[in-house]
């Protein structure tokens, strides 16, 4: 079998993952990409998303990122974000609190007191956290 590569994602925060994998797999801007061992050096911004890896046992594992950026090494896949968490930790009401609250901004009459580019990434994270709790 293959080596295994080292993938970190890290926030501000806190280290969310930091260990050996077989594969890693994040939503750049122009597309999925799946990083092994030995892969050509790139760096690319992160689509708000899931990165995928598969773990030394071969278990798949999913952790929820919103804006991010990658930089691949041949050795290494370090995913730099804002905010990151693993799917287990995912708090399932707390992003349907935060759909509602991003849609009834989205939703009020008086533009000019509603930052939209604001409420709509806020609206892509409680979305994409949604999804991918429920995907367990
Ligand atoms: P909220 O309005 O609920 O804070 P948000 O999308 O604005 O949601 P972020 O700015 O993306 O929150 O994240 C702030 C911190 O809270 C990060 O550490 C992130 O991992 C954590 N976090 C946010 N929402 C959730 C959630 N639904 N479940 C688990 N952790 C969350």
New binding site residues.
């Given amino acids: 079998m293959a080596e295994n590569i080292k993938l970190e994602v890290v ?1 501000p ?2 280290y969310v993952v930091d260990e050996e994998v077989q594969i890693a797999v994040a939503p750049g801007v122009l597309g999925e990409f799946g990083v092994l061992i030995g892969h050509t050096p790139f760096l690319t911004t992160l689509k708000t998303g899931t990165v995928r890896f598969t773990d030394v046992n071969g278990t798949e594992r999913f952790v ?1 990122v ?2 991010g950026f990658a930089e691949a090494l041949p050795d290494k896949v370090t995913v730099l974000a ?4 693993r799917r287990s ?4 009401e ?2 349907q ?2 759909q509602e ?1 991003a849609q009834n901004r989205l939703a009020q009459e008086k533009a000019e007191d509603v930052d939209f580019v604001r409420a709509k990434a ?1 609206l892509e ?2 979305i994409n ?1 949604i999804r991918l709790a429920g995907t367990k």
């Fill in positions: 926030t925060e806190k929820f919103s804006g804002e905010s990151a968490e930790d995912i708090d399932i707390r992003a609190a935060a609250r806020a994270r409680a956290r």
